[in-house]
């Protein structure tokens, strides 16, 4: 009797050594599922990082300002494109001192003698008026203010890859559009335009 209990206990002690045995081989298994689904998961990562074919196109464009509502406010401004990103400098006289609203409106067509030609503000993506790079929202025109010194003469530099020139990109191409300074300053709250007031220069985005 006595030898039938140890023979039960042996056979109960590698029947359950077995079954851990498994259990290692089962954990095994899953860990290296786990890395495989790992992989899986990154290689489309690397895809959707690829930059847009027009990163390698390199362009420069030339725009003048010219004086609306009886201002005489004027100036030029140079838009360049290298590696995706858009640069603009922008330089202008006949300001009265102090901040003026600068914004991209929707329609290169200076024509009339108020601006107002060039439509609203351009705002490919429907989001509301604000500051550039708010959480809550801005237009991809809304540049922003300007500071006029004594004498009128201001000058402003913004570079960003929200804008393209030419690429086609209907949520960035910022040809065919126009460049709008303002009398009044943008208090980048009221909707739509931020009660920039008069427009005192216009030009557009053309090559
Ligand atoms: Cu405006």
Same mark, same amino acid.
């Given at each position: 009797?006595?030898?039938?209990? !140890? /023979?039960?206990?042996?056979?109960a !002690?590698?029947?359950?050594?077995?079954?851990?045995?498994?259990?290692?081989?089962?954990?095994?298994? %899953?860990?290296?599922?786990?890395?495989?689904?790992?992989?899986?998961?990154?290689? =489309?990562?690397?895809?959707?990082?690829e930059?847009? $074919? /027009? /990163?390698a196109?390199?362009?420069? !464009?030339?725009? %003048?300002?010219?004086?609306?509502?009886?201002?005489?406010?004027?100036?030029?401004?140079?838009f360049?494109?290298?590696?995706? %990103?858009?640069?603009?400098v922008?330089?202008?006289?006949?300001?009265?001192?102090?901040?003026?609203a600068?914004h991209?409106h929707?329609?290169?067509?200076?024509s009339?003698d108020?601006?107002?030609?060039?439509?609203?503000?351009?705002?490919?993506?429907?989001? =509301?008026?604000?500051?550039?790079?708010?959480?809550?929202g /801005?237009?991809?025109?809304?540049?922003?203010n300007?500071t006029?010194? $004594?004498?009128?003469? $201001?000058?402003?530099?913004?570079?960003t890859?929200?804008?393209?020139?030419?690429?086609?990109?209907?949520?960035?191409?910022? !040809?065919?559009?126009?460049i709008?300074?303002?009398?009044?300053?943008?208090?980048?709250k009221?909707?739509?335009?931020?009660? %920039?007031?008069?427009?005192?220069?216009?030009?557009?985005?053309i090559?």
């Amino acid at each position: 009797m006595k030898h039938a209990i !140890l /023979y039960i206990s042996i056979l109960a !002690l590698t029947f359950s050594t077995a079954c851990k045995s498994d259990k290692k081989e089962e954990a095994k298994e %899953a860990t290296e599922m786990t890395t495989e689904t790992e992989e899986t998961v990154t290689t =489309p990562k690397t895809t959707s990082t690829e930059e847009p $074919a /027009y /990163y390698a196109d390199k362009k420069k !464009l030339t725009m %003048a300002l010219e004086p609306k509502s009886d201002s005489k406010v004027s100036g030029n401004i140079v838009f360049t494109q290298d590696n995706g %990103a858009v640069t603009m400098v922008a330089v202008i006289s006949g300001l009265s001192e102090g901040e003026h609203a600068i914004h991209i409106h929707e329609k290169a067509d200076c024509s009339s003698d108020d601006g107002k030609s060039t439509g609203g503000h351009w705002n490919p993506t429907g989001e =509301p008026h604000g500051k550039w790079g708010d959480d809550a929202g /801005y237009h991809k025109g809304d540049i922003g203010n300007l500071t006029a010194d $004594a004498n009128g003469h $201001a000058t402003i530099t913004k570079v960003t890859d929200e804008w393209c020139i030419g690429c086609g990109d209907d949520t960035k191409d910022i !040809l065919g559009k126009a460049i709008i300074v303002h009398q009044g300053v943008d208090d980048f709250k009221s909707q739509p335009s931020g009660a %920039a007031g008069t427009r005192v220069s216009c030009g557009g985005i053309i090559q």
